[in-house]
């Protein structure tokens, strides 16, 4: 939809710490400051939700529910966890299984998740890259055998979708939740995409190629990966930054994550409609 | 940042004293830390926040000192520290409180409204600025210059609109310390106000 934003327009844009991370919401029109505000209310509950949803660290969102009790009994699901939980059927698919968010194990053994009470299984390292134990059926899910799954790699992504399917087609909307951004408008917008080390980060002005953009890199967390390859149960390391753009921000977020371990080959990537960009710490790109 | 191009509104837009247009007219000064930073956005000012998050209140500035005694009661059950003896605060009839906070990281400083209900109990927070530093490339010009020097060296100008950085995920775990901070402040001190 073509909206043309007249120099009448006014822009609110406001930021929350959400997900984890600080969300920015911006939302432009010929509107009253009022429908502004409320949008933008909107769009930030629509992201708690999401949050609440499919929170690892938070003991009673949905994902722990299902964490805790789908060893061989069916859990219902909700629309939103229903809806995720097949893009990463579908991705695993396509994937050969280099996508797949039984990795928790892992992140919990090195302590980047949290042990909580809810979360009481001790999943044995042994147990990670095991979507093929997850039975995925009308809105319901079980485990064939102990699974963890943590959402990490896409409920960002899905959240940033959710907000924007809350903003009227009549307002321009940006939603940026920690670097995975999504669009209502985004032909001839430009990112900065963040790239380097550690300590020695730039950014590189790229234009947008789709609606919206995620990446991947592990310059925070001191050069140590936490994007864990699910075939050999340890974190892969890499300098570089992963940037898909997607038609929407869940794909795009979890495309990363196969970029990251060598599994977004041109075809996936065709079938999704999306497209990678490798930026090197130098600030080369090489794809 | 409001980017309200009031300018060009008509004069009886101009007339309506509205939200986006409050933007500057702030009269209250902020003596917080200013950190260097590469990257750094202003999204609200305090009257701005103060209307997201407590609407059709009646704020009253209500700044508090706190001794040192209750300075270290505050450290001890929030295990947070305290920085300032001073708490930037506003009330209301009601007895909800207004609170301006300084969140700072390893690479990052925040300054955040937080609205506290007159239990105590956390409504809502908004950040007001971000400011991020990227790491040394600050003090190291040369080495910012020699890929896209002239675009880098833009980058690490304070921000004239917003910007949207693709990246990894910065944590917000430290707000989390903040609000520790606050809740023990209201609890230990505010409450008794």
Request: with cysteine; hydrophobic share 40%.
């Amino acid at each position: 939809m073509n909206v043309e934003i007249s120099d009448l327009a006014s822009t609110l844009t406001r930021c929350k710490p959400l997900l984890g991370t600080y969300v920015e919401i911006s939302v432009s029109g010929d509107v009253a400051d009022e429908t502004l505000i409320e949008q933008s209310n909107s769009a930030f509950a629509a992201i708690q939700l999401v949050q609440s949803r499919m929170s690892f660290h938070d003991a009673f969102s949905e994902l722990s529910v299902i964490n805790q009790n789908a060893l061989n009994d069916w859990i219902e699901l909700s629309p939103s966890m229903f809806k995720v939980l097949s893009k990463i059927n579908q991705l695993n698919k396509d994937t050969d299984g280099s996508f797949d968010p039984s990795i928790a194990p892992v992140l919990l053994n090195s302590g980047s998740l949290p042990r909580h009470q809810s979360c009481n299984h001790d999943a044995p390292i042994a147990d990670v890259g095991v979507w093929s134990n997850v039975e995925l059926g009308d809105h319901r899910v079980r485990f064939h055998s102990p699974v963890v799954l943590d959402l990490g790699g896409i409920a960002k992504g899905f959240a940033v979708d959710q907000a924007l399917a809350c903003i009227a087609s009549s307002l321009v909307c940006t939603v940026n939740a920690g670097g995975d951004i999504g669009m209502s408008h985004w032909k001839n917008q430009s990112i900065d995409i963040l790239f380097g080390t550690k300590n020695r980060r730039a950014t590189k002005e790229m234009e947008m190629r789709n609606s919206c953009i995620a990446s991947s890199a592990s310059y925070r967390n001191n050069g140590r990966s936490v994007i864990i390859n699910p075939k050999s149960a340890q974190a892969q390391k890499s300098n570089n930054t992963y940037s898909v753009f997607a038609p929407d921000c869940m794909t795009a977020d979890a495309l990363t994550k196969a970029a990251w371990l060598g599994a977004a080959t041109p075809e996936i990537m065709s079938k999704y409609n999306a497209s990678l960009l490798v930026i090197d710490q130098h600030g080369q790109s090489l794809h | 940042m409001m980017n309200n191009r009031s300018k060009q509104r008509s004069s009886a837009e101009h007339q309506r004293r509205g939200f986006l247009k409050l933007a500057g007219a702030t009269g209250i000064s902020l003596t917080f830390l200013s950190l260097r930073s590469a990257h750094a956005k202003t999204y609200l000012n305090l009257e701005q926040a103060q209307k997201l998050l407590l609407p059709n209140k009646s704020l009253t500035p209500s700044n508090v000192t706190l001794t040192d005694v209750q300075k270290k009661s505050i450290q001890a059950a929030s295990k947070v520290r305290v920085r300032s003896n001073n708490v930037v605060a506003w009330k209301s009839g009601e007895g909800d409180w207004l609170l301006l906070e300084q969140i700072i990281g390893k690479h990052e400083n925040i300054d955040m409204a937080f609205a506290l209900d007159s239990q105590g109990r956390v409504l809502g927070m908004e950040v007001l600025t971000y400011r991020e530093s990227y790491g040394h490339e600050i003090r190291h010009p040369k080495w910012r210059a020699q890929f896209h020097g002239k675009d880098s060296s833009e980058r690490l100008k304070l921000d004239k609109q917003i910007k949207n950085i693709s990246g990894a995920t910065l944590s917000c775990r430290h707000v989390t310390d903040g609000v520790n901070r606050i809740t023990q402040t209201w609890n230990l001190v505010l409450r008794h106000l």
